[in-house]
């Protein structure tokens, strides 16, 4: 699977939108962009994937680029319940996923 | 619908014991994942399972580690001996079936995790 690259951290301001981008220049035409996140010690939380069009569900939005080597999930109004760690991993469909350090953000009241 | 279930929350155990983690899947999900963080370090993957079979193991760190699902439902992974390398979160993790040549791919849904501490 293709490997991504994310800032380690950003701060958000509450009631704002995050915007977390994440560069996946060797993605596969076959690989999914996949966004989790790990709130502190629980198990990792499925927020949304996509393959080439934009996605949105009731947790955030994917912004795919045309190329699909980057793309940014955006939480439209960050909580404090926001603040985990939030991974983004491209994988094939039914392939393991592929954690990296992720990006820590931090929403600030 | 139930998510995915981990037996024990935490497990403590002395360097050179055994100690067997159970994963229940979402009902249906004939995909089943382990990973793990070990402290510091990422979550690496372990194994996947499409239904009884193992899909790859190539996770798997050593043959201390071994993983079954029997039946195709729950599964166990069992460490034996248990090292003190091995301490860390054991995550579970399930998904729906994929297949075909235009298989679309399902999200997985992780486990609350089993926090394993080998003294």
Known sequence: ?109 | EAGVTQFPSHSVIEKGQTVTLRCDPISGHDNLYWYRRVMGKEIKFLLHFVKESKQDESGMPNNRFLAERTGGTYSTLKVQPAELEDSGVYFCASSKRTGGNRARSYEQYFGPGTRLTVT
């Open chain 1, 1 to 109: 699977d293709a490997k991504t690259t994310q800032p380690t951290s950003m701060d958000c301001a509450e009631g704002r939108a995050a915007n977390l981008p994440c560069n996946h220049s060797t993605i596969s035409g076959n690989e999914y962009v996949y966004w989790y996140r790990q709130i502190h010690s629980q198990g990792p939380q499925y927020i949304i994937h996509g393959l080439k069009n934009n996605e949105t569900n009731e947790m955030a939005s994917l912004i795919i680029t045309e190329d699909r080597k980057s793309s940014t999930l955006i939480l439209p109004h960050a909580t404090l319940r926001d603040t985990a760690v939030y991974y983004c991993i491209v994988r094939a469909a039914g392939n393991k996923l592929t954690f990296g350090g992720g990006t820590r953000v931090l929403v600030k009241p």
